[in-house]
C-alpha cells in the first residue's frame, strides 16, 4: 500500500483559507458519479465518430473503400481527404507556435507516420461506428520509413523550441584540459506517453450558429481559439467546455479527436463525439520524445566545476517540429567558466511528440543529476556537498539575480529527515539478506511563470461570491485552491464562494500547464477581489442581479522584472536490488521542495507524490517500443507500456520548507512538474550504490541488472 505524508516544515502558520487543508470542493460530485466527464454529458441526436488510423508508416493513400462501408447499419458518413471541410493552419496559436498538422485531419492523401488519421466513420451508435471503422479497407502506396533513433544519427539540426538552441560561453576543450577530474558520459531516456486516466474525448454541435464543443482539455480558451482560426471563425462564435477533465500532463490541448468531431457535425448538423482508444492515444495524443544525451564535466579536485557541456538529442515528426529541451535544465542548475548547452532533433517518420510532465527537465534532469553524481564519486565528496559547492549565485547563462534559491535549504532539511549523515558512501556494501541496499539524491528546479489571464467575480445578493475563470483543474485540486485563493482575498469563508471554471465564455486565461495555472489564475482573481472589496467597503448596494467585477492581469504579468523565478527541490531515494533476479525495488522516497506559498497542503501533497511516483515509474518501468519493421509501436496499450503499480511504490514523503515568492501577490510559484524533476536521478544514484554499477539508460530494467552483474570484473 503507497503511503506518504506532508509537514510544512518551518512555514509560517496560515491565518485564513490559504494554507489550510482543504478537502476538494467537487469531491462528492466526483465520488458519487454526479461529476460528468467530456464523453458522458448527453445529447439529444449524437451521433459517434470512429478515426481510422493509418497501417503503414509512410506513403499515399491509394484508395478508400467507403461504398461498402455505407450501407453497414447506422453509418452516416465517411469522411475523408477527398470530401472532408478544408481548414486553415497557418496561424499562430496561443502558446505562441502553429498547430501541429497532425490536427488538420483529412487535408491531403499523404500518410507520414503509422497511426495517422486517415478516415472518420459516423454512425448512430459507437458501436455501429467502431464495426464499420474496422470494416473500412484503405490501399497505400507504401514508401520506405525510417523511425530509427539513436545517438549520433544523421540528419540532426539544433532547433530552438521554446528556448534558444544553443548557448555557449568559455573555451570548453581548453577548461576541460585544464581539470583535475573528468566524467564524460551518455545517457538516454526511452519514448514516454502520459496515458491520463481519462481517454481524450469531444464533443461538437452547432447551437443557433455558433460552434460548442464540449471537450477533456487543459485550457478552454485555448482550444477555441485554435478551433476558431482553423475553421475561419470569429472566436466570439466559438465556445469550448471542459468542466471536469482526467488528467492531462500535456496531452491535452487541439488534437484531431476535437478537428473531426467538429467536422461531422459541420456536414452532418447534430451532435458529433469522438472518443479515442487507449491505443489511439499512442499515436494522436503527443509523448515525451526519447533522448540522447552527453554530459561533460570538468572539475578541480575540491569539486569545483571549471567546464559544463550538456548535448541532448531528441526527435520529432516529419510534419511538425517540437524540441524536448533537456539540455535547458544545465542553464539554471550549475555554472562554470566554460558553459555549453545545445538542443538537437532529429525528423523521423514518427508522430509528433508534445509536453509532457516537466518537458525538458524531467529527462534533461536524469543526465545531469547522474553526472554530478558520477563527478562526486570520482572527487571522493559527498553528493550533497558537490552540489553545495557549486551553488550560483546567479543564473549561469542569463546573469539574471535569482527570486529565490533555496536548494540548499531542502538538501539540509532532507538530509535531515532522510538520515543522510549516517550513509556509507562507498558502493556496494550494504546489504539486507539477498539486497544489495543503496540510497541516492538529487537535485530539482523547474522555471515558475505567469500568464496573462482574465477573471469575472460577483457579489451575489445572498452574500456568496461567484468566480468565472477558464481554468483547467485536471485532477489536480485548482478548484479548491482557487477557493481558498478567492476566500482570503474577499476576507470571507471558503463556503461562501463558488468558482466555475472550465468555459470559454469566461474569457481568456492562461492554460494548466508549465505550472503556470494556479498562479496565473489565482493571480486574477485576487484582482478581481481588490476591486470588487473596493465597491463594496463603499458601501455599494447589492442589487438582485448582483455586482460583477472583471480582472485582466495582462499589464501585471507583462511587468515582471525578468529574473530567474523557479521552484526548486531535493530528492533522496532508497533502494534494495537483486543481483541473481535483477529487481530492483524502491525502499522510500522522499522529496523537499521549495515551490512557492502552499494554497492547499492537501492537494499539494498529491501533486508532489505524484510527481515522485511518476519517477519512479520513469526510472524503472517506463518505455514504449517502436517496431523498426511496421514503424508503429509494440504494446500500445496498458498491458504492454508497464507504468509502476502499487506493489511498486513504497513510503513516499513529501514535504516543503517557507518560500513564497515576492513578486506574487499571493506568494505562487507552481508545483505541478517539481515532482518528477530529479526523482529518476536520484533512484538510479542509489542503484550505483547499492550495487557499484552506473546505469545511464532508462528504465533501469531486470535485463539490464542482470547484464551489468554479469559483465562485473568479480561476477
Known amino acids: 500500500m503507497t503511503t506518504a505524508t506532508t509537514r510544512t516544515t518551518g512555514a509560517v502558520a496560515a491565518k485564513g ?33 470512429w478515426l481510422v488510423l493509418s497501417t503503414v508508416a509512410r506513403g499515399r493513400i491509394r484508395s478508400i473503400g467507403i461504398d461498402a462501408v455505407l450501407g453497414m447499419p447506422g453509418v452516416l458518413t465517411v469522411l475523408h481527404h477527398g470530401n472532408a471541410p478544408r481548414v486553415e493552419t497557418d496561424f499562430v496559436g496561443l502558446l505562441g507556435v502553429p498547430p501541429d498538422p497532425t490536427a488538420a485531419v483529412f487535408q491531403h492523401d499523404r500518410v507520414p507516420h503509422r497511426g495517422w488519421p486517415v478516415a472518420l466513420v459516423v454512425a448512430g451508435t459507437s458501436e455501429q461506428a467502431r464495426e464499420a471503422a474496422e470494416a473500412l479497407v484503405v490501399h497505400y502506396d507504401e514508401e520506405p520509413h525510417d523511425v530509427a533513433f539513436a545517438a549520433g544519427r544523421p540528419g540532426a539540426h539544433t532547433a530552438d523550441g521554446h528556448m534558444p538552441a544553443v548557448t555557449a560561453k568559455g573555451d570548453l576543450d581548453a577548461a576541460l584540459a585544464a581539470s583535475a577530474v573528468v566524467v564524460d558520459a551518455e545517457y538516454t531516456t526511452p519514448e514516454e506517453h502520459h496515458n491520463p486516466m481519462e481517454p481524450h474525448a469531444a464533443t461538437a454541435h452547432w447551437d443557433g450558429g455558433r460552434l460548442e464543443v464540449v471537450d477533456s482539455n487543459q485550457g478552454t480558451t485555448w482550444v477555441a481559439g485554435e478551433l476558431a482560426q482553423m475553421f475561419s471563425l470569429d472566436v466570439s462564435s466559438v465556445r469550448v467546455r471542459s468542466e471536469h477533465v482526467g488528467g492531462g500532463f500535456g496531452s491535452k490541448g487541439l488534437r484531431a479527436h476535437q478537428v473531426a468531431a467538429v467536422m461531422a457535425a459541420t456536414v452532418l448538423r447534430r451532435p458529433v463525439r469522438v472518443v479515442l482508444t487507449r491505443r489511439q492515444m499512442f499515436s494522436l495524443t503527443g509523448y515525451r520524445s526519447p533522448t540522447a544525451q552527453r554530459v561533460r564535466l570538468g572539475a578541480d579536485a575540491d569539486g569545483r566545476l571549471r567546464a559544463l557541456e550538456h548535448d541532448s538529442l531528441s526527435l520529432t515528426s516529419t510534419v511538425h517540429e517540437f524540441v524536448e529541451p533537456s539540455a535547458g535544465v544545465a542553464r539554471v542548475m550549475y555554472d562554470a567558466d566554460a558553459h555549453h548547452t545545445a538542443n538537437r532533433v532529429v525528423p523521423l ?70 538520515g543522510w549523515a549516517e550513509r556509507d558512501p562507498r558502493p556496494g556494501v ?65 463556503d461562501r464562494v463558488l468558482v466555475r471554471i472550465g468555459d470559454s465564455d469566461f474569457g481568456p486565461a492562461m492554460i494548466a500547464g508549465g505550472s503556470m495555472g494556479t498562479r496565473s489564475w489565482a493571480w486574477a482573481v485576487t484582482a478581481a477581489a481588490r476591486e470588487l472589496r473596493e465597491r463594496l467597503d463603499l458601501g455599494a448596494a447589492v442589487p438582485a442581479a448582483g455586482i460583477t467585477v472583471r480582472s485582466d492581469t495582462s499589464a501585471a504579468v507583462a511587468a515582471l522584472a525578468q529574473s530567474e523565478r523557479h521552484s526548486f527541490g531535493a530528492q533522496f531515494a532508497e533502494v534494495a536490488v537483486d543481483v541473481t533476479t535483477g529487481e530492483v525495488r524502491m525502499r522510500r522516497m522522499l522529496g523537499i521542495f521549495a515551490a512557492g506559498r502552499i494554497v492547499n497542503p492537501l492537494t499539494a501533497r498529491s501533486q508532489f507524490v505524484g510527481g515522485m511516483t511518476w519517477g519512479i515509474s520513469m526510472a524503472l518501468h517506463e518505455e514504449a517500443v517502436r517496431d523498426a519493421a511496421s514503424g508503429g509501436h509494440v504494446g500500445a496499450d496498458l498491458a504492454g507500456y508497464h507504468v509502476a503499480t502499487h506493489a511498486d511504490v513504497p513510503l513516499v514523503e513529501a514535504d516543503w520548507i517557507d518560500d513564497p515568492d515576492p513578486d506574487d501577490p499571493v506568494g505562487i510559484k507552481g508545483i505541478g512538474e517539481i515532482g518528477i524533476v530529479g526523482a529518476a536521478a536520484a533512484i538510479a544514484n542509489a542503484v550505483w550504490h547499492a550495487t557499484g554499477v552506473r546505469h545511464r539508460n532508462l528504465p533501469i530494467r531486470p535485463d539490464r541488472i542482470l547484464a551489468a552483474a554479469a559483465e562485473a570484473p568479480d561476477a
Not at 19 to 48: C, Q
Not at 364 to 386: N, Q, R, T
Open 17 to 49: 483559507a490559504v494554507g489550510s487543508a482543504h478537502t476538494r470542493v467537487e469531491g462528492r460530485d466526483k465520488v458519487t458519479g454526479a461529476a460528468r466527464y467530456a464523453a458522458e454529458i448527453p445529447f439529444a441526436g449524437l451521433a459517434h465518430g
Open 349 to 418: 517518420d514518427v508522430p509528433t511528440p508534445t509536453w509532457m510532465r516537466a518537458p525538458g527537465e524531467a529527462p534533461g534532469s536524469f543526465a545531469l543529476e547522474s553526472a554530478l553524481d558520477e563527478l562526486a564519486a570520482e572527487c571522493g565528496l559527498d553528493p550533497i556537498e558537490l552540489r553545495a559547492r557549486n551553488e550560483p549565485e546567479r543564473g549561469p547563462v542569463s546573469g539574471l539575480p535569482f527570486t529565490g534559491r533555496n536548494l540548499l535549504a531542502c538538501f539540509r532539511e532532507g538530509a535531515r529527515r532522510f
Open 430 to 494: 550494504r546489504r539486507d539478506g539477498r539486497w544489495l541496499l543503496g540510497t541516492g539524491t538529487a537535485a530539482a528546479s523547474f522555471p515558475a511563470g505567469a500568464g496573462p489571464s482574465t477573471a469575472a467575480l460577483t457579489a451575489e445578493a445572498d452574500g456568496t461570491f461567484t468566480v468565472r475563470i477558464a481554468a483547467a483543474d485536471l485532477g489536480t485540486g485548482a478548484r479548491t485552491a482557487l477557493t481558498l485563493v478567492a476566500a482570503d482575498a474577499l476576507a470571507v469563508t471558503p
